[in-house]
């Protein structure tokens, strides 16, 4: 059964202090990760994909990289606007493009 | 990225009636989808919905209590029924884009009393 472990469950941050997210997953044939933010009483926001070991993404403060059983969200020099619960999900190559989620880590920024 | 719109965007309903909760989006996708979000937890699917076939239910879930209808290219629904305190949840559409990417609604909160 695939599955995905996230962590921590909560972070909270100063105002540039970097961290990274964890995503750990197992899957029989990956078809691609994904990395959702979402905002408390909203949908999950799209950020990224990956699809192979070794991959990296950028947009803005946050990167993505992907190794064969997890993936790292990094997060440098983070501002209060980046709080939001962060959803790593998983799709296996065999299904219908159905997406495993893990339970998310609820970022904080303290200004 | 498509437009989706969901509706009703929150309700409050009596244990044992059904909600009917719509999602539109603003261009032809083949593939919709419907997650439940409970309290804490994360995003579980429900069934995915393609137009003209019928849906397909995960483990644990069952058309009598989740009818799904895809009538054309842009529209789906999804409806609780019976319902209890348990389906408290966020209920959310999403549709498949490029690149097997899904794009999420802004999702249903319901509360069942």
């Known amino acids: 059964e695939d599955q995905v472990t996230q962590s921590p469950e909560a972070l909270r941050l100063q105002e540039g202090e970097s961290s990274s997210l964890n995503c750990s997953y197992t899957?029989?044939?990956?078809?691609?990760l994904f990395w959702y933010r979402q905002d408390p009483g909203k949908g999950p926001e799209f950020l990224f994909t990956?699809?192979?070991a070794g991959e990296e993404k950028e947009k803005e403060r946050l990167k993505a990289t992907l190794t064969k059983k997890e993936s790292f969200l990094h997060i440098t020099a983070p501002k209060p606007e980046d709080s939001a619960t962060y959803l790593c999900a998983v799709q296996a190559l065999r299904g219908a493009q159905k997406l495993v989620f893990g339970q998310g880590t609820r970022l904080t920024i303290n200004p | 990225s498509a437009v989706i719109s969901q509706k009703p965007s929150r309700d409050i309903c009596q244990r044992g009636t059904s909600l009917t909760i719509q999602c539109q989006v603003d261009?032809?996708?083949?593939?919709m989808f419907w997650y439940r979000q409970q309290p804490g937890q994360s995003l579980t699917l429900i069934a995915t919905a393609n137009q003209g076939s019928e849906a397909t239910y995960e483990s644990g879930f069952v058309i009598d209590k989740f009818p799904i209808s895809r009538p054309n290219l842009t529209f789906s629904t999804l409806t609780v029924s019976n319902m209890s305190p348990e389906d408290s949840s966020i209920y959310l559409c999403?549709?498949?884009?490029?690149?097997?990417?899904?794009?999420f609604g802004p999702g249903t909160r319901l509360t069942v009393l």
């Open positions: 261009s032809q996708v083949t593939m």
């Open positions: 990956l699809y192979s």
């Open positions: 899957v029989s044939g990956l078809r691609g």
């Open positions: 999403s549709v498949l884009g490029g690149s097997d990417t899904q794009y």
